[in-house]
């Protein structure tokens, strides 16, 4: 199994509800990442887990909140979004943090209004 | 090329040509140099890396070039095919690890 599965695919959310992404893999992956991709642009890297532990966040606003539950599990808890949050989130994984190979699901399209 | 605006630089050609993608990258003390292809639709997929102390490295199909005088990294697509129009990004992987940056994305036009 060579996938990585994001759920939900599209989210529609106001500005002051609470909800979640999710994003699986069965790989063994050791890292796992959350990137934002507004359109016509390239992946801009949020988040990144290694070993179930946060090690880096690239300075996301707190509206933005992941989680790693275990080695196959990330989610991403968002409240109190803005409408400029809207984009593609892309959840991806690596055999490790030093890996230069990501793999990457199909994104949730989120629309904040 | 770097993308302006809402625009993403635009390669078209025709179908069985060989296609280059370049790309500029400002980050001198990277450990890899990636490429990936975003259809529609998709995420990002690996299509082929070069590690910082190479030059050339050739896949099925693709060849990436690194130049790190000028900083500047292709891919050379043989023989494009349809199935090869998609968006394609460039990335670096940060010395130590943990951080891959894309740069600007090409999209590629096959015209059959």
């Known amino acids: 199994d060579t996938e990585v599965t994001q759920t939900p695919k599209h989210l529609v959310m106001g500005m002051t509800n609470k909800k979640s992404l999710k994003c699986e893999q069965h790989?063994?992956?050791?890292?796992m990442y959350w990137y934002k991709q507004k359109a016509k642009k390239p992946p801009e890297l949020m988040f990144v887990?290694?070993?179930?532990?946060?090690?880096i966040n690239e300075s996301v606003p707190s509206r933005f909140s992941p989680e790693c539950p275990n080695s196959s599990l990330l989610n991403l808890h968002l409240h109190a979004l803005q409408p400029e949050d809207s984009a593609l989130y892309l959840c991806?994984?690596?055999?490790?943090?030093?890996?230069?190979?990501?793999?990457f699901g199909s994104g949730t399209q989120l629309s904040v209004l | 090329g770097e993308s302006v605006g809402l625009h993403l630089p635009t390669l078209s050609v025709q179908e069985g040509d060989n296609s280059i993608i370049n790309c500029a990258y400002s980050?001198?003390?990277?450990?890899?140099f990636i490429w990936y292809k975003q259809e529609s639709g998709k995420g990002p997929q690996f299509i082929i890396d070069?590690?910082?102390?190479?030059d050339k490295r050739q896949g099925q199909r693709v060849t990436v070039l690194l130049n790190k005088t000028v900083k500047h990294l292709s891919l050379q697509i043989a023989a494009t095919q349809p199935g090869d129009s998609a968006v394609y990004f460039c990335?670096?992987?940060?010395?130590?690890?943990?951080?891959?940056?894309f740069g600007a994305g090409t999209r590629l036009f096959v015209k059959a």
């Open positions: 887990y290694s070993y179930e532990k946060l090690s």
């Open positions: 990335a670096e992987l940060t010395t130590g690890g943990f951080k891959t940056i």
């Open positions: 980050n001198s003390a990277s450990d890899y």
């Open positions: 070069i590690r910082s102390n190479m």
């Open positions: 790989m063994g992956h050791r890292a």
């Open positions: 991806a994984s690596s055999v490790d943090s030093l890996s230069e190979k990501l793999f």
